[in-house]
């Protein structure tokens, strides 16, 4: 089983999360009241707590813009049930093998026009 990458991704931004990774993170952002506020305050935590290599290299690392995983920081986390509705694009876009530089792809009433433009 992989730890939560996708080796065919670009080198640029990070790598795609595989599918039972991807599942994972969304189950939590859509449920999980701690797992979400870490998320907000940390993603790269949040993802290295989850298992996700690239992130586990990185941790404690908190993001900046031009860092890996940059593009899961938000203002303001979706709620938990705008994240659930978009659960199917979510998982699409994060299991994509590419460069992941969508910025709010989490960010709250933002999660659709940001897997629209992708």
């Not at 939590?28 to 979400?36: P, Q, Y």
């Not at 993603?43 to 290599?53: H, K, R, T, Y």
């Amino acid at each position: 089983m992989s730890n939560g990458s996708n080796n065919d991704d670009a080198a640029a931004g990070h790598p795609g999360l595989d599918a039972v990774m991807a599942d994972t993170l969304l189950e939590k952002l859509s449920s999980d009241d701690a797992f979400r506020a870490l998320f907000h305050a940390n993603p790269i935590q949040a993802l290295a707590d989850l298992g996700v290599d690239a992130a586990q290299a990185l941790a404690p690392m908190t993001p900046a813009a031009g860092d890996p995983f940059y593009c899961m920081t938000t203002a303001r986390l979706a709620s938990k049930e705008e994240i659930a509705a978009a659960r199917s694009e979510l998982q699409a876009h994060l299991t994509r093998a590419g460069n992941h530089a969508v910025v709010f792809c989490f960010e709250a009433e933002r999660i659709a026009s940001a897997l629209d433009n992708n």
